[in-house]
C-alpha cells in the first residue's frame, strides 16, 4: 500500500494508527455506536458487541494478527472518525478488500468526513490490485444511504451468528472501479 502515513484536506488529516491507538478507537465506537444503533439493537446487545469487537484484546488482535489497518480522522486535532480495513480473506485473489468499520462522531457527520475517510481507503488499496470495495451494514442503518450516495451496490444479505444469541442482520455492499 502506498498511502503516506498521514494525508490532510482542508484541515482534516487521515493517519495511520496501530495498537498505540485502541484507546481513542475504543472511545470513539462508544460515541459513534450509541447514536448509530440506539434504535436498532437492545443495550445489551450493544453492549454485547461492543466488548467482542473492541476489547483491547480484540482490537489487538484485529491489528496484530487479522492485517485490518485502522485509520483515525481528526477535524482540529480532535478525533472525528475511524476505519479499518484489510484485503478480503475469503478470496485466492488481491482485487477484493473488505471495509470492516467506519464511524464517523455524530457532530462531525454530514461534513464530508465519511467520504474522505473512504478516498483515502480507496487510494491506499488501488495499488495493491484492488478493484473492489466490499462492507457489511445492519439493515436498518441510516449509513445505508451514505454508502449508495458513494457508488456501492447491494449484492447480498447475511445473518451472522456472533454468540450469546445475537445475530448480526447486514446487507452486503460491494464498490467497484
Known amino acids: 500500500m502506498s498511502t503516506s502515513a498521514t494525508f490532510d ?22 460515541i459513534t ?15 454485547y458487541m461492543l466488548q467482542l469487537i473492541y476489547s483491547t ?12 489497518q485502522f ?5 482540529e486535532e480532535k478525533p472525528a472518525g475511524f476505519a ?23 457532530n462531525q457527520q454530514g461534513k464530508g468526513t465519511g467520504k474522505i475517510l473512504l478516498d483515502y ?3 491506499d488499496i488501488l495499488p495493491a490490485g484492488a478493484n473492489a470495495l466490499e462492507l457489511n451494514v445492519n439493515r436498518h442503518n441510516k449509513a445505508i ?6 457508488g456501492f451496490k447491494f449484492i447480498g444479505e447475511e445473518d451472522i451468528d456472533i454468540g450469546n444469541g445475537y445475530f448480526m442482520n447486514d ?7
Not at 485509520?71 to 477535524?75: A, K, Q
Not at 471495509?99 to 464517523?104: A, G, N, Q, R, V
Not at 446487507?171 to 472501479?177: D, I, N, P
Open 171 to 177: 446487507y452486503v455492499m460491494k464498490l467497484c472501479w
Open 9 to 30: 484536506i482542508r484541515g482534516i488529516q487521515v493517519q495511520r494508527v496501530g495498537v498505540e491507538s485502541v484507546s481513542a478507537i475504543q472511545l470513539l465506537a462508544q
Open 57 to 68: 484484546p480484540s482490537l489487538q488482535n484485529q491489528i496484530e494478527k487479522q492485517g485490518h
Open 121 to 123: 481507503i480507496v487510494r
Open 33 to 47: 455506536w450509541d447514536v448509530a444503533y440506539k434504535e436498532i439493537l437492545s443495550p445489551e446487545q450493544m453492549s
Open 84 to 106: 479499518s480495513y484489510s484485503l478480503k480473506k475469503d478470496v485466492t485473489n488481491t482485487t477484493t478488500w473488505k471495509l470492516h468499520k467506519i464511524y464517523i462522531h455524530p
Open 71 to 75: 485509520i483515525i480522522v481528526t477535524d
Open 145 to 150: 444511504g451514505f454508502y449508495q450516495k458513494l
